[in-house]
């Protein structure tokens, strides 16, 4: 059986995410610039409003897209481990692990 794993579009995924839950972050600053750019203080208030509305939801979302992105970027990380130590081994340069050892003796 032949496992294909796509650990760059894996790694990739992480540091995607962990870019959105930044810009989830930086959001109310970006608002603030935005709605002092558009020249109309009725329209830069609904900006400020909007944006400053939902920032606990924000945050949640942020918190769960970092969560995903780091967790992506881990899982990319072990792959990568596992499938260098299982060349490693087959190859005949890994370190095996000593087999545990029974406590308590014969039963």
């Known amino acids: 059986m032949t496992m294909q794993v ?3 579009a894996i790694a990739k995924l992480g540091e995607d995410l962990v870019a959105v839950a930044t810009e989830f972050d930086a959001a109310n600053a970006n608002s603030n610039a935005i709605a002092d750019a558009v020249g109309h203080e009725e329209l830069a208030q609904a900006v ?3 944006a400053h509305g939902w ?3 924000r ?3 942020a918190k769960a897209t ?3 992105g780091d ?3 881990q899982v990319a990380k072990t792959w990568k481990d596992f499938d260098q130590q299982g060349a490693d081994t ?3 340069t890994g370190q095996q692990e000593p087999a545990p050892s029974r406590s308590g003796g014969p039963r």
């Open 6 to 8: 796509e650990v760059e």
């Open 71 to 73: 967790a992506a970027t």
């Open 55 to 57: 920032d606990d939801k």
């Open 48 to 50: 400020r409003d909007f």
């Open 59 to 61: 945050e949640k979302i």
């Open 66 to 68: 970092r969560s995903l």
């Open 90 to 92: 087959l190859n005949g």
